[in-house]
């Protein structure tokens, strides 16, 4: 069994640190590797994010531009053939919030709006955070329903 006192390190895997500013005998007195004067020489230097050396910065180069609305309503689209896949899927003729979650179409906190693309084949009410006026009368032309859920719940 070997003696655990014995343990050393790989070779190559420990450096000796360089230790600066410790006298010219050392190879890194005097001016610590830093060179004479300078913008970079001084202790306690340290560049900004974004500085470029007195440069006009690149982000400050650049225009400004766009706006982001804090009141936009974010909805997740679902069409009409997905909502009558789910509809024929689950044997369902109320297809609402609850069950397109628990199919994978919609995550928890998605509000849910009705798009007009494919078609309803039978009468199938559907509960939806919004419609589209196309697919809002594709579901009533086949005798189904459309019913707005509160946004907040």
């Keep these: 069994m070997e003696d655990l006192s014995k ?14 500013g410790r006298g010219q005998g050392s190879g890194h007195g005097g001016t610590a590797g830093k060179g004479h004067k300078g913008q970079k020489s001084a ?9 470029e050396g007195g440069q006009t910065p690149l982000v400050r180069r650049l225009p400004k531009f766009g706006f982001t609305n804090p009141t936009r309503v974010a909805y997740k689209g679902i069409n009409l053939d ?8 689950a044997g369902i003729t109320v297809v609402d919030i609850e069950a397109m979650r628990s199919n994978g179409l919609v ?4 509000l849910v709006k009705v798009l007009g693309r494919g078609e309803v084949k039978g009468a199938i009410e559907v509960k939806a955070h919004a419609f589209s ?21």
Aim: positive net charge.
């Design 7 to 20: 343990l050393k390190p790989a070779k190559g895997a420990v450096k000796t640190n360089k230790r600066l």
């Design 43 to 51: 202790t306690g230097y340290n560049v900004r994010r974004g500085f």
């Design 82 to 89: 997905a909502v009558q896949a789910l509809a024929d899927k």
């Design 107 to 110: 995550s928890r906190k998605d």
């Design 133 to 153: 006026a196309a697919a809002k009368a594709a579901i009533e032309a086949k005798g189904g329903k459309t019913e707005l859920v509160d946004t907040r719940g």
